[in-house]
């Protein structure tokens, strides 16, 4: 990383820390004039729906600490390890520094939105929900934008006599990174079944048993409709799997490049929206025509790809 990229890196992680220490400043100032209990929470309409300790009132500062400083202390390697996807010393060099800027995008965003919370908090005033779903819209957008960004720095700037490898590689890790995000997202999914619906006052009127609130539709119906998603992109990811295995036999690489990109984007994308589900927030229309614009993209890329192929 050079030095006036280095400079930036210091810069938002300097942003980072200061909106996250002055929300914790303003909160500690705020302290005393907070009963024993206060609203600590919000649920998918911005009204509280955790009622607790004031001491629960730091738990977005140190969330929000703990990722700023795993987001700084993943930039610290990167900067000092090797990459290992055989790129040229200024494809190398690029590709870090898109990844560390991205995170650092990140870290901002993340400060933003626990600042935020913590405000509510300070305030005892309604969490602002269309201001906290931009934000994260955002953040999808920063991380996606990196994504396509870091995809074109490998390309441009890989060793031609490593290409095999390089494939070798990126196929592997593709198929890792879709798996991992699927099962996590499964994951979170049963860690927070039971919590559904999130808003106490409805948790605890029996009328509201085994439902789930779809801001998209703006009604509260059987939270089994969540599994929905998750059974989707595991019928995606299986079967470009099986497409995936026959290309690689078959040597057909622009078939492989293609269903590794579909398999990074869609669970990706089905995390995210997964994610925003399991917050009874509204799954934005810009995120779903961006996926659609994508798909669209692999796909022109992939035609071109075979035309080229086939001609030789």
Partial sequence: MNRKCLMIHRI???ISILILM???VFYLIKWNSFPEEIGVHFGADGQYDVIASRFYGFYPHIVGGILIAGFAFTNFLIRRKSTGLHLSEAGEQHFKTELCLTLDCLSVLLSLFFANWSRCVSLQIPLNINFMGNLELVMMTAVTAG???EVITCRKHKIQQEHAKNSKTAHSVCRLIAWLLTFGSAGILAVAWERFPGDEELYFNPEYYGLA???NLDTFLDKRFLLIPHVLIFILLTVLEIISVKAVKSNKNALVSLTDRLKLTGSLFFFWWNLV???EMSIGIFSVA?????Y????TIYLKRKKSESAV
């Fill in 296 to 299: 669209v993209l692999f796909f």
């Fill in 147 to 149: 994504i396509i960004s």
């Fill in 277 to 279: 589900l399991m917050s």
């Fill in 213 to 215: 609130y779809f801001s």
């Fill in 12 to 14: 938002l992680l300097f």
């Fill in 22 to 24: 002055t929300s914790l």
């Fill in 290 to 294: 961006l996926f659609v614009c994508l």
